[in-house]
């Protein structure tokens, strides 16, 4: 896993400016959510193109972290009137009730949270259809080898700026982009529901799960050899990712 340097960064800056010039778009539309991901994407937007161009969405299911986008806006010289806040509380309550979603049980939770990302995304995409914008994801290649997200959910974008990154390569790329500290240090969470946070739900941490999937999936390594290797979770990081290798596959058709 190749650390990040200042060149990366140009790197995909170019790369943002090519996509949107192909599209014929100026404009991009993000869902904030207060995270390490999306606000380093959201750094790497205002350094590609015009700020006044850029439109973050706060879309909270309870807790706000809206107060925390403003100084960001201020100190990216986005404009103010371009962010907005949507809570989503609502909507997917009213899901909740029609379904009969249990509260409190794993399955619940599990389907709570996939409505709660299909639900940002149709807020997303209209807002992108009302203003002529393009989509901008905020996926991390680990959340993506492991399947850790919900298709047609928070999967679904125009353009993915950090999806080739590591999540410990994005927290490079937050330091170079000098995102502040409070979020780069804050645990990693869906949000999904009180006290949950990406690691404890996995079993693993986003380093043992970056230095086995590099060494697994980049480098060809067996598990065996990573288990050798003193890496005690390679065989648990492996069956996540295979467990959830569906995803990478659907929607399946008679022509494949």
Known sequence: MKPIHPGDADRIRDRVKEIMGNAGKKKVVLGWSGGIDSTASLFILAGSLDPADIYPIHLPYGISHFARLTP??????????????????????????TL???????????RLGNIMARVRMTVLYDAAKAKDAL???TENRTEHLLG???????????FEPIQHLYKTQVVELASLLHVPR???DQ???AGLWDGQTDEGEFGFTYREADEV?????DEGIPVRQLQKSGYRKAEQII???NANRFKHETPYSLSR
């Open 72 to 97: 960001l806006l201020s100190r990216l010289r986005i404009p103010a009137e371009n962010a907005a806040e949507i809570p989503i509380t609502g909507i997917v309550g009213r899901y909740q009730s």
């Open 100 to 110: 009969a979603i249990p509260d409190g049980t794993e399955n619940g939770r599990i």
């Open 135 to 137: 989509v901008c994801g």
């Open 148 to 158: 850790y997200f919900t298709r047609f959910g928070d999967a679904a974008s125009d």
């Open 182 to 184: 409070e979020f780069i």
């Open 187 to 189: 645990a990693p969470t």
């Open 213 to 217: 999937l590099s060494a697994y999936v």
């Open 239 to 241: 069956a996540r990712m």
